[in-house]
Every structure is written in C-alpha cells, then in structure tokens.
C-alpha cells in the first residue's frame, strides 16, 4: 500500500455489499489548538495484531480520566448540594474512581506499549519551519490513509483483507518514522 495521498473516498461512491461491517477500531487522531494558535497533532496506530478486547481496553483506559474528572465534578458538586461535606464526598469520589483507573490502567499497558504514536506541533505565533511541515504532512497523510481504508471497508469498497494490509503498512510505516527519528 502507497502512504501517498489520494482522493478520498466518500458517501457517494458505489458500494457493494460489505465483506465485513465491521472495521476495528485502528486507532485515533487528535488536534488541539492552544489559546495562541499552537495546533498539537497526535496519531496513535494500534498493532494490527491486537485483539478487540485490547482495543477496547485502550479506548476505554484513553477515555477514562477525562470522563473520571468531569463527571467526579458533576457528582461532587451534586453531593455537595445535597449536604455531603466537601472533603467527605471528595473522598468518596477518589476512593471510587482511583482503583478503577489504576486496574484499567494496568490492564491497558500492552497495547498502549506496542501502540505507535507519531505526533506534529505547529507554532500560531512564527512561521512553520519545514521540519514542522514535514511531520504535519507525514502525520496527515498516515491518518488519512487509515480513515480512507476504514470507510472504503465499511461501506464494501474494499476488502477485510485490504483494510488489514492497509493497516499493517501504516503501522509499519509509522513504527519506522518513529524509530528513525530518535
């Protein structure tokens, strides 16, 4: 598979009946934005040889702590107002959500081991350097790659197998960047 990019598939083109609707979950891209124009790209590849399950745990271990401290807010602040003293319900909280993020955690810590992560920053407030281009455009185009292949798959495009050949050669393909830039 060519990492080079290509047009993308979209809603419109010609389906025919999928192989395999389901696709699993190859990994993520994330993008912030800092409050001074500093864009933080993140794309993070699971092995192609990991199991749902392993899948699963990473999504839910990636997911956890943000959702552990909005909603322990939420829940503190409930209790609060129900008369529960501040420190107890803190307490409370902690005792409950802390053993669950260390267990999944731990749980989580093969995959997120073997998982590769490429990451590009560009700076809002100077011009980009080329190096920084450089990442930026080798960071998109693995993503987008891999969210092409996705979709194609799940819309009958393309095979199971092509998808699975898809995402080893991105996976490949990032494990070398990453070892080749240290």
Do not use: K
Request: net charge positive; glycine share 8%.
């Amino acid at each position: 598979m060519s990492l080079v990019h290509r047009p993308r598939f979209t809603a419109s083109t010609p389906a025919v009946p999928a192989a395999s609707p389901s696709v699993p979950r190859w990994g993520h891209v994330s993008r912030t934005v800092s409050h001074y124009g500093t864009v933080a790209s993140v794309l993070a590849i699971y092995p192609p040889d990991s199991t749902d399950a392993e899948r699963h745990l990473a999504e839910a271990n990636r997911f956890f702590t943000p959702l552990a401290l909005g909603g322990g807010v939420v829940v503190w602040v409930g209790l609060c107002a129900v008369g529960v003293p501040p420190l107890l319900a803190a307490l409370v909280l902690t005792a409950a959500l802390l053993p669950v993020g260390i267990s999944l955690s731990r749980r989580a810590r093969g995959i997120r081991q073997r998982t590769v992560t490429l990451a590009a920053s560009r700076s809002g407030l100077h011009e980009e350097t080329a190096e920084e281009r450089s990442h930026q455009r080798r960071l998109d185009t693995i993503a987008e790659a891999l969210q092409d292949a996705a979709f194609a798959c799940r819309h009958g495009v393309i095979s199971r197998r092509e998808f699975d050949r898809a995402w080893r050669a991105a996976y490949a393909h990032a494990g070398g960047r990453l070892t080749s830039g240290r």
